[in-house]
């Protein structure tokens, strides 16, 4: 049971990017499966959230800007980010509940948003 994360990269402020989740060894739709983020120097903190039954939440400071979906034949859980900012920069995590079979932080993925 493990989680890939990928899509990350270098973009100019303004810009878009899709993250992926990518799931093996158990359905994502089972779980609450939510993205987390951790800048230089800051707590990790909660980006979105997608719960088994399709209900999503996101952070204030993303709202209107990234969407979190799910591919429950593809076992993937995605990250739309747009209209990206500076202050978006961090390593990006997905991560399923505590005691869930989805319940590590794996490697995250970069995102550098340049000014």
């Known amino acids: 049971v493990q989680l890939q994360a990928s899509g990350g990269g270098l973009v100019q402020a303004g810009g878009s990017l899709r993250l992926s989740c990518a799931a093996a060894?158990?359905?994502?739709?089972?779980?609450?499966m939510t993205w987390y983020r951790q800048a230089p120097g800051k707590q990790r903190e909660l980006v979105a959230v997608?719960?088994?039954?399709?209900?999503?939440n996101y952070a204030d400071s993303v709202k209107g800007r990234f969407t979190i979906s799910r591919d429950n034949a593809k076992n993937t859980v995605y990250l739309q980010l747009n209209s990206l900012k500076p202050e978006d920069t961090a390593v990006y995590y997905c991560?399923?509940?505590?005691?869930?079979?989805?319940?590590?932080w794996g490697q995250g993925t970069l995102v550098t948003v340049s000014s």
């Open positions: 991560k399923g509940p505590r005691y869930s079979d989805f319940d590590s």
């Open positions: 060894g158990s359905p994502v739709s089972r779980y609450a």
């Open positions: 997608v719960s088994s039954d399709g209900t999503t």
